[in-house]
């Protein structure tokens, strides 16, 4: 009897001292964050993930790298339907409108107000919200990492032929490049013509010239747009882009060649290029000893009123079926994110720019754009704010644009091969998009994008 | 008399043979069963529901001109890789079975390149033919304009050609060198001593005693061109310049993947199953006559 008497002692007291030391000792909530960056920028996030999960005792964030935009997009996809979906994915900005209809997500908005953060929505630099928020203003997720496109020259090339600015129009690229050609330059600017310059050579081309990419507001306001640049000055871009390449004034620049447009820039064997302002970090780390380069909004074409151009990036969504703790700790890794503090953490280690007013105050009163690395980089703002965004500077939102962007990719090389016109090749790709589009359409009937 | 081991009841054999059935049921009637679903409706990436459209995905697919192109650039791809890949695989085994020196070097050494991932081997190749900065560089610089994988179409093909094939030579070199083996030495000793050169040998006995072989590389070349292809275009090309090198596995893979059409892409695997079960009858049909069993 006693033995069991003393037995059933020692087990209340167990039962006692593992109540008293479960609140004591709580293990912090888990929760999943996937995302798609890679190499050095996977190492920041994991920074910023080890930050956030020390800066609280709370939650535990448990960040995965899925390797690149595309595959975080299809493991994410793959994961829901099998009903093991992270809590927080970063999704690239052109795939803002599958996510809209996806039915998937949890409104970031909502969970935000839900969880009793305040959120200043006006504090977002507005060309980065609007690119992300429904058509009636409503944030569905957060804008993460961003980035726009610049025009990156090299100053001593400039210098040579008695330049000190950079070319603001296309017309004066135009007389540049034939200067620099003359001066015995064999490449004066690099481009690439595969699915992703989509991006700076259509997209943001047509943003800053207010050109539309597709009708209903470039698919803002319902999933019957479809394209039409082949009716924008975007023809007459092409056009003298193809006519500046066979002259020689352009050279293709791609990995596959042996050197990419950043390579070919950095080591001074081009002299201009247009990319991300994510890439004035490497060109900084890697380019040749002693060379001046600067960097400077993209061109217009003479008499073109200047517009905002649009934000790169990815943004971050939170995925429905979570319980209520993962939601809080989802709510508080959105408010981290969202502190001007992290902006300037961010920032400094990537090549990203603020996404909110207060996160640029904060790091323009930290001089951290007044000294070389960072120098320079201020331009992304201003080209990103240069006018109050349009209805059609707001975006892009059309479905599978991803597979519009291939298309691009290959119209392009078609055309820069000879093989079809300019304007046959426009065509061409505003016919296979808007085939690409009338399927997106059919996928989701009865369905109207937030 | 011969003497059988047999099972009372039928149904002991049935459970024996139960594992086995499991595993096809599983890895391959029920994905393939699944991709035919798919392939009738309209699938919402998300899970969100789907509509049924009967044979619309193929009628679409059928009627796009990119995807004439793609078959086209399979089959190419498939006939120059399958020839390259079986004709120089033979050339080796042949030359290494005729025991010249260093032949046991170049047993273990050709096959080693089957053995590198696809992935791997693509960027190897990406590297050696790149036009600017890559052996072809070379060329490039006596004939300016004569490489040019990134806009020309034709170069493009023949980079993965190349690297496809490079890749299937020591396969192929395997299986060579074993039907080589298998020969009696007698039979060859025999007509050498009749007064038969190398060429004559080879024509007349080594070459009919391994058509069976010849035949079996010949069916699974042509199978693993149409899907094994897929790695290699991804890092060497991404199915371009224009569409050049969109083979029909790779486009499935962009379609299904990248663009989030899983029912056009269930579409295209079931006519490129179909394809290859339709080639390797023909085989069957028309060249295994000309094969000789022993």
Known sequence: MTIIKRGLAALAAAALSTALAVPAFAEPVKFDFWFGLSGDLARVVDTLCKNFNASQK??????????????????????????????VVQVYDVGTATMMLSGA???????????????DYSDYFPGIARYYATSKGEMLSFPFNSSTALMYWNKDAFAKIGKTEAPKTWEDVGADLKALKDAGYDCPMAINISANESWQLMEQFSAIHNQPIASKNNGYDG??????????KFVQYV???????????????SKDLGQDMVQAFATGTCQIIMTSVGDHGTVGKTQKEGMNWDVAELPVYAGTERKNSLVGGASLWVLSGKSDAEYKGAAAFLNFIHDPKTALFWST??????????????????GFYDKAPYKGREVAIASLTASEPTEITRGIRLGNFTQIRAEFGTQMQAIFANKESVQDGVDALVKNGNAILD???????????? | MEKRVTFGKWTIGILFAVPQLILIFTFFYWPAGQAVYWSLTLQQPWGGGNIWVGLDNFRSILANADYWNSITASLIFAGISTGLAMFIALVLAALTDRQLAGSWLYRVVLIWPYGIAAPALAMAFRFILAPEAGFMAFANHFWPGFWDPGLNGA???ASVIIAFSWKYVGYNFIFFLAAFQAIPRSLIE?????????????WDIQFPLITPTIFFLLVINITESFQDSFGIVDIMTAGGPANATNLMVYKIYSDGFKGLDYSGAAAQSIILMLLIIALTIVQFRFIERRVHYR
């Open chain 1, 223 to 232: 999933l019957d747009a479809r394209l039409e640049m082949n009716k924008t």
């Open chain 2, 155 to 157: 170069d493009a093909m």
């Open chain 1, 349 to 366: 280690n990537t090549g990203y720019i603020p996404v909110t007013k207060s996160g640029f105050e904060y790091m323009k009163a930290n």
């Open chain 1, 439 to 450: 399927r997106f359409q059919q996928t989701y009937p009865n369905k109207t994008l937030p």
């Open chain 1, 58 to 87: 709370d939650y535990e964030v448990v960040c995965t790298s899925q390797g690149n935009y595309d595959a975080t997009l299809q493991n994410t996809i793959a994961a829901f339907r099998a009903g093991k979906q992270p809590t």
């Open chain 1, 105 to 119: 997500y949890k409104p970031a908005d909502k969970l935000m107000e839900e969880n009793g953060y305040k959120i």
């Open chain 1, 239 to 253: 056009t003298d882009l193809k006519k500046w390449y066979d002259a020689g004034l352009i050279k293709i620049k």
């Open chain 2, 190 to 202: 025999a007509a050498a001593m009749d007064g038969s050169g190398v060429i004559r040998r080879f």
